[in-house]
């Protein structure tokens, strides 16, 4: 329990100080226009309050990974805590806010446009594809969770017709002004989620549990042995750092009213998830006895079950009775339903800002979300436990793109860049490495991919390196 309650204190404390820091290091500006200010257009700019752009924010990002990523990333080991707390603070809190505060000082642009701004054209089409893709995986994914979720409360009706309601939701969701579906009914969701996290963060405290303790050792407990790294720090992807997550800070520049909300929003979001990813993996390590004992648990289920789901679904029913566990289901089910909406809104958003298609029209909207919805009901035929997979995976190869970016982007104003320059480094590493190293990806030797992604992220380096020396050799500042 010690272990748990430091890290929860770190994230608070973190939250605080560091995200103070890092908001003195981008300049964050109280008296600058933004987006919403001066481009409102009652569809995609629109102001609204801080408050209410957290909880948006907060539900845009905190879809499965947190809560499933979380309990996977747990049968690892005690050192998902460390991922969890160091993980947020210095990389996916630092990724969320300065992606999101670059956009507000672009005009709302797309996570795309922001990064081909900093690394060229070539990355900027690349981005422009890879960025919808994972928009509709992120869509298919977060359909497919909750609707199992859904059908495990409601005997009666199939997976299948969850999902058909669930997409019906998502395409109002992406095709309507901002503040009239996902403004109105996020408080909702919200205090669903947030009574979930808070609801087994009490359990855990009143049951006294038996939270492992790093005091015990940091040793790899995986039942399949897979490596710590990279696969533990490609698990729990939502929980730690996202690039999705970077792909919905646009979406809330485009509403923010003042600078100075950008780190409650941004920064205090990611925080924000990262508890809940904490208190979902306590509960899990903890409930059945130890890690082990949730190991034996998964082992029992039927291959084709979600696996985490059902965990979901045990301990929220068995601590916190029937209506306190359909309450905090609810939160689960809210958390992805409420990141895949927002999800295919921003793959409609980037097209849009990609071929240049004003997106006040409802038609034109709907000329673009058509394609955007039929490829992501064809991806909803694949097994989920392969989806999470890839889905993760390209989460953090998106990172990896947006953290040097965001380096790019400081230090061509002489902004301290180490800040985002080591976690890109980081990423990197875990990114090249899973693919190389994952039966998914080329399935290479542990090492070979290990050595391969060291190469890779050098060479990323010298290249940093190289165009910083010859921007100096020119005096060019902006």
Request: hydrophobic share 55%.
């Amino acid at each position: 329990m010690i272990t748990f309650l430091v890290a929860v204190a770190l994230l608070v404390l973190g939250y605080v100080v560091y995200g103070r820091f890092v908001e003195r290091v981008f300049g964050a500006d109280a008296n600058k226009k933004t987006p919403a200010v001066a481009n409102a257009d009652g569809v995609d700019y629109v102001e609204l309050p801080w408050w209410r752009i957290f909880l948006i924010q907060f539900l845009n990002i905190a879809g499965l990974g947190p809560i499933f990523g979380a309990i996977m990333g747990i049968m690892y080991g005690t050192s998902a805590f460390f991922w969890i707390v160091f993980g947020t603070l210095l990389g996916g809190a630092v990724h969320d806010y300065l992606s999101g505060m670059m956009s507000v000082r672009n005009n709302g642009a797309s996570l795309p446009e922001l990064v081909g701004a900093e690394l060229g054209s070539g990355v900027k089409l690349f981005m422009r594809i890879f960025s919808v893709v994972l928009m509709v995986l992120v869509g298919a994914v977060f359909v497919s969770g909750p609707a199992g979720l859904l059908a495990n409360m409601t005997p009666r009706i199939s997976v299948m017709v969850w999902m058909v309601v669930i997409f019906i939701y998502y395409v109002l969701a992406t095709l309507l002004p901002i503040d009239k579906l996902i403004g109105k009914i996020y408080p909702v969701f919200g205090f669903a989620l947030l009574f979930m996290a808070v609801g087994i963060f009490i359990m855990l405290l009143i049951n006294h549990s038996q939270i492992p303790e790093i005091t015990k050792g940091l040793q790899n407990q995986h039942p399949a042995k897979l490596p710590i790294f990279p696969m533990m720090f490609v698990s729990i992807a939502c929980g730690a750092i996202s690039g999705f997550h970077a792909t919905q800070s646009p979406l809330m520049a485009r509403c923010l009213r003042n600078e100075k909300y950008g780190r409650r929003c941004f920064y205090g979001a990611m925080v924000a998830e990262g508890l809940v990813a904490l208190v979902w993996a306590a509960a899990a390590a903890s409930f059945f006895g130890s890690i082990g004992g949730l190991q034996e648990f998964v082992a029992t289920l039927p291959a084709t079950a979600n696996k985490a789901s059902e965990v979901v679904n045990l301990i929220s029913n068995t601590w916190l009775g029937t209506f306190g566990g359909f309450l905090a289901l609810l939160g689960v089910i809210a958390a992805p339903i409420t990141s895949g909406d927002t999800a295919l809104r921003s793959a409609r958003l980037i097209v849009a800002d990609f071929l240049k298609i004003d997106q006040k029209p409802i038609k034109k909207r709907l000329l673009i979300s058509l394609p955007i919805f039929a490829l992501t009901f064809i991806i909803l035929t694949i097994d989920f436990d392969i989806l999470w997979r890839y889905f993760s995976w390209c989460n953090q190869t998106l990172s990896v793109f947006t953290l040097w970016a965001i380096t790019v982007y400081l230090a061509k104003r002489n902004r301290l860049y180490i800040i985002t320059l080591l976690p890109a480094m980081f990423m990197t590493c875990v990114s090249v490495s899973y693919i190389l190293i994952a039966n998914e990806g080329f399935g290479l030797p542990y090492w070979y991919g290990l050595v391969a992604s060291f190469i890779v992220t050098i060479s990323f380096l010298l290249m940093f390196c190289r165009w910083q020396k010859k921007r100096d050799k020119n005096c060019v500042y902006d």
